[in-house]
């Protein structure tokens, strides 16, 4: 299988269950402003939209959007337990928290790195996002996972969104249990592993 990424995107999110699933990917850089693979392929020949994460299965069949792409990852390992299994209603709660992340966090971040967002927008942005985060760590409570007691695909993807806080001047410090869960993330050693290879860590 084959992995398309940017360093640090939203991609960081397959790329830290796959680690945690023990799947072994083919990674492929892609820049994400030339759309081009750092072998000079032209990215939108794989994914027209433009952006990561794309997975590749063995067969040739391409997957887009990580939440999509992390679900499927984990049912390959059930043992694993990085998703409820299908049917169950902590399987539906599972997709509740990752389209919460998608919808409500991860689309929040988005206008924060365009250049071209007017700064009287960005203040609108950053207000709503301060209070999605907010209610986060209410909802989180004492964790120390958003599912509970079990590591799953949404701690992943949601340890991917908050990272992106540095670099928009987002600062975790101001909800410190959301902090200590970005921390206790960051120590798994599957995701510093994710890190190491993105030249993250």
Known sequence: ????????????????????????LERVKVDLKTKRTESGEDFRAVNPNGYVPVLVL????????????????????????????????????????????????HKGFSPLFDPR???????IVGDRLAERLGNLEKRLGAGPWLMGETFTVADAYLFTVLSWGKWVDVDLARWPGLAAYHARVAARPAVQHALREEGLA
């Open 117 to 123: 967002t007017p700064d009287a927008w960005k203040a």
């Open 58 to 105: 063995d067969d040739g069949a391409i997957l887009t959007e990580g939440p999509a792409i992390v679900q499927w990852l984990a049912d390959r390992v059930p043992d694993k337990a990085l998703a409820p299994a299908w049917g169950s209603l902590a399987r539906y709660r599972l997709i509740e928290w990752l389209n919460h992340i998608s919808t409500e966090v």
């Open 1 to 24: 299988m084959k992995l398309y990424y940017s360093p640090g995107a939203c991609s960081l999110s397959p790329h830290i269950v796959a680690c945690e699933a023990g799947i072994a």
